[in-house]
């Protein structure tokens, strides 16, 4: 079973199709299926669906028409066409407009579409912790093109003031722009900004993560391959910088590129040309690039990781997203809104008692504006009472200072009362999921492995229930 929370929903007019989907996925994802579009919109306002696939020729509501309607009421889910005819027009443009993510060609193959699912999965848990001031409006904007200042990014006016001044500024011109950053800081949300606000805010918007793919897998992404170019090359596939072309393609942790894979991304940047894998042909593409990395890139080029003559041309400009802790000024409007997006999404509405205010301000925010959504989506999930209070946040004890004065409870101190409250919340998810350490883990919002740790240092033992 894939790690992600979200499900995937598959849609189709063909009973075939739906059963062969689910005995290939069922296992591997939360899968969903629909045998119509309205259906499918049902499905959707009951649970949060990650990735959507539509067969386009339906009757009644097409897929691409169901995908154009899922854009204004659900833009963080991925959109995917799956169709035996790869090069309609209908669908090209339904790409290029930010309806489809990408397209799936019938009968498609096995491997193919869970990879596409995976980086489905992946893109649209990313979305969810996208900083933004209305839960819709800026997706919406960015997709449709509309702009109005209830789309501006929380902490545009604060800690990010900095940087999207920058970023505005560097969308006018169409050099590469390098963007980096911890883990969880928005980098996608930034290079999304700059294409909105550049000349090539009509033409696609391609993101690619160049860590989720491996060597020869992402080199078939990126270029596109041939007929017969390899096992299970059953037909000619575009790659990402074609479907790009016109636009703008966002290559995600540039950091985690191979060495043959760097020196043909330079040959894109330096000539303006692709070679499929399995081609000779030379393709002109004419796309933007930005690329984002939380690696340290400099440090990676004289480690010899990292190509010098790639780097210099993928940092002509260079944004650095401050992590969270870094603009402490932006957490009580971000709490805000998380509170209203998750709140709305779950038909609950909860206040938060004002002491819970210091102690987000005293984290560390390791997973920085990613962790700040993901706690107050627990919080609101796992609260009883009309406010949100501490216990209902699951923060974790080493990421926090030592408590100051003011931070200082009745019965000792801060951590010492963190530390009590989170071996319960342990010890509680254990018992919920029947000593299964990996659902334990997902139901607190830590990895497996920090579950581990805990165990061990607070002497927990729970064996799992058969």
Not at 79 to 98: C, E, F, K, T
Not at 195 to 216: I, K, M, Q, Y
């Amino acid at each position: 079973m894939s790690s992600s929370a979200l499900a995937v929903l598959f849609v189709d007019d063909e009973p075939g199709d739906l059963e062969l989907f689910r005995m290939q996925f069922e296992g591997v994802f939360a899968v969903r299926t629909a045998a119509t579009g309205d259906e499918a919109l049902e499905i959707m306002a009951r649970e949060p669906i990650g990735v959507l696939l539509s067969d386009d020729r339906m009757p009644g509501m097409t897929g691409v028409d169901l995908l154009a309607r899922a854009v204004v009421s659900w833009p963080d889910t991925v959109r995917v066409i799956v169709s035996a005819y790869s090069d309609s027009p209908r669908l090209l443009r339904a790409i290029n407009r930010g309806h489809a993510h990408e397209y799936i060609v019938k009968p498609w193959d096995r491997a193919e579409l869970a990879a596409c699912m995976m980086r489905g999965l992946a893109i649209s848990e990313r979305k969810r912790a996208l900083v933004t001031q209305a839960e819709m409006g800026e997706l919406y904007a960015r997709d449709t093109g509309e702009q109005n200042d209830a789309t501006r990014m929380v902490g545009e006016r604060g800690g990010l003031e900095d940087v999207v001044g920058l970023a505005r500024r560097a969308a006018r011109a169409n050099a590469t722009v390098l963007i980096t950053g911890e883990t969880g800081t928005g980098k996608e949300l930034i290079a999304r900004m700059v294409h909105d606000a550049s000349p090539r805010t009509r033409g696609a918007f391609v993101r690619v993560n160049c860590a989720a793919l491996a060597e020869g897998v992402l080199e078939s992404e990126l270029f596109g391959h041939e007929q017969g170019a390899f096992t299970g090359a059953h037909r000619l596939r575009r790659g990402r910088f074609e479907i790009a072309h016109g636009g703008t393609i966002f290559l995600d942790e540039i950091g985690e590129l191979s060495a043959k894979v760097q020196a043909a991304l330079l040959r894109v940047l330096q000539e303006k040309e692709i070679e499929r894998v399995g081609g000779t042909a030379s393709i002109s593409v004419d796309v933007r690039v930005l690329a984002a990395t939380h690696r340290d890139l400099r440090q990676r080029v004289r480690d010899g990781q990292f190509r010098e003559d790639l780097y210099y041309r993928l940092a002509v400009v260079v944004l650095h997203v401050p992590a969270l802790r870094e603009r402490r000024q932006d957490i009580r409007a971000l709490v805000q809104h998380f509170l209203t997006k998750h709140g709305r999404r779950i038909g609950k509405q909860s206040a938060l008692d004002p002491e819970v205010t210091e102690y987000l301000e005293a984290y560390s925010w390791p997973g920085n504006v990613r962790e700040l959504e993901n706690m107050v989506q627990r919080a609101l999930v796992l609260a009883t009472g009309p406010e949100l209070t501490v216990e209902d946040f699951a923060f974790h004890v080493d990421d926090l200072p030592v408590a100051t004065a003011h931070l200082r409870s009745a019965g000792g101190s801060l951590r010492d009362d963190l530390k009590d409250e989170e071996r319960r919340r342990i010890i509680g998810a254990l018992d919920d999921c029947q000593g299964n350490q990996s659902k334990a883990a997902r139901l607190l919002g830590m990895p497996r492995r920090t579950l581990v740790e805990r165990l061990r240092a607070y002497g927990i033992t729970r064996k799992r229930k058969e």
